[in-house]
């Protein structure tokens, strides 16, 4: 017979005899006095092949405080302010078009000038937000909220009106967009 056939055959006796010894060595230990938490868990196993565990009381203290601290932190967000929720608790995003307007992976300069071409069309184009993100090791300017792919492309067209310099890299992208 192949070696793995016959490890899983002899699994379940190799347990029961460890569990029985346990189950042995286990009553002497019951009846110590708990030091510490973990080490005064034990566990044995019935005749009916159901297992009992024993557990010291300073641990069962601690099991049941558990669920309050859930219940109060659960209490603690549903009084906290909308406004105060970050936005993808709130459910004001939603998948969407923005237009990038900044791509580089140079380490030396490209955060600066993702950052510069931020100010610029920030000041030019108030009513678009623009987003600097990082993912390595891209840095990328995108603008705009938008639902519709023609809204994203008709901004498009009046941000290369502005700056001329830039159109090589507009380009209208998918992503995640904030509801307003």
Do not use: C
């Amino acid at each position: 017979m192949n070696r793995r056939i016959l490890l899983p055959l002899f699994a379940p006796a190799l347990l029961l005899s460890a569990l029985n010894t346990q189950a042995q060595q286990t009553d002497s230990v019951a009846a110590a006095p708990a030091d510490t938490v973990a080490a005064d868990s034990t566990h044995s196993l019935l005749p009916d092949g159901t297992v009992r565990v024993i557990l010291p009381d300073a641990l069962l203290a601690r099991l049941h405080e558990a669920p309050a601290d859930e219940q109060q932190a659960e209490e603690k967000d549903e009084t906290a302010t909308p406004a105060a929720k970050p936005a993808a608790v709130r459910g004001t995003t939603r998948p969407g078009y923005r237009i990038q307007v900044f791509d580089d992976n140079n380490a030396r300069t490209a955060k600066r000038e993702a950052q510069s071409r931020k100010s610029r069309m920030e000041s030019r184009f108030p009513e678009y937000r623009a987003y600097i993100s990082f993912n390595s090791p891209y840095w990328r300017l995108k603008v705009g909220d938008f639902t519709s792919r023609s809204e994203a492309e008709a901004a498009m067209a009046a941000i290369r009106q502005a700056f001329p310099d830039m159109a090589g890299q507009l380009r209208v992208v998918r992503d995640k967009v904030n509801v307003r």
